[in-house]
């Protein structure tokens, strides 16, 4: 089994990536999602939410409120580490499950957007980089996902900079360009990850 770690900041593409190495068959544990099914109405992990930021993180019909929340933590750093404290372990958990299932010769991808910020490249056999210039990010921000521009920018501020990111990169995939490219550069990486697959058997 190879396991590989992928990262990139806001805005980078770096779903787009996971999607399309999943189409080619690696097993994809996405960590964002999972940091969604662990706070989920009835979870464990929702109710410590709500004991540790209050009734006002919740949405009327009992879900979480993520906007609401984001708005909280991203502007705090003392809140965003309680929040990760909560969500983390639990992601942790669910990740390794889904590992243990998968099969011996599989190629692992875990998609996790915070592998730089929590020094986590010594997990992964290989680390892929999504990198993308912050501008470019900004826009997309602003554009597919209707950030304000204030907001957008905050996101990419507490997150890590390019530079640590691609200090810890084994592969990286630029994703300035446009879809076409980044299918190719994507086909490259999986022949590499195939190869590396096939040599650890």
């Not at 003392?78 to 990740?95: A, D, M, Q, T, Y």
């Not at 990111?165 to 190719?184: F, H, P, W």
Request: charged share 30%.
């Amino acid at each position: 089994m190879l396991k590989v770690g992928l990262t990139g900041g806001i805005g980078s593409g770096k779903s787009e990536v996971s999607r399309r190495l999943a189409a080619r068959g690696a097993v994809v544990v996405d960590a964002d999602k999972i940091a969604r099914e662990v706070v989920e109405p009835g979870t464990p992990g929702l109710a410590q939410i709500v004991a540790a930021f209050g009734e006002g993180v919740l949405r009327p019909d009992g879900a979480l409120d993520r906007e609401r929340l984001g708005s909280i933590v991203f502007a705090d750093t003392e809140k965003l580490r309680i929040l990760n404290g909560i969500v983390h372990p639990k992601v942790g958990e669910r990740s390794e499950q889904l590992q243990r299932e998968a099969p011996d010769d599989a190629v692992v991808v875990y998609d996790v957007p915070l592998l730089a910020e929590n020094n986590l490249a010594p997990l992964y056999d290989v680390v892929i980089v999504v990198d993308t210039p912050d501008d470019v990010r900004l826009e997309r921000l602003l554009r597919s996902r209707g950030m304000s521009e204030a907001d957008a920018r905050a996101r990419i501020a507490a997150q890590a900079s390019r530079e640590d990111r691609l200090r810890i990169a084994d592969i990286v995939i630029g994703n300035e360009g446009s879809l076409d490219q980044l299918e190719a550069q994507v086909d490259r990486v999986w022949q590499d990850l195939s190869t590396r697959a096939s040599s650890q058997r």
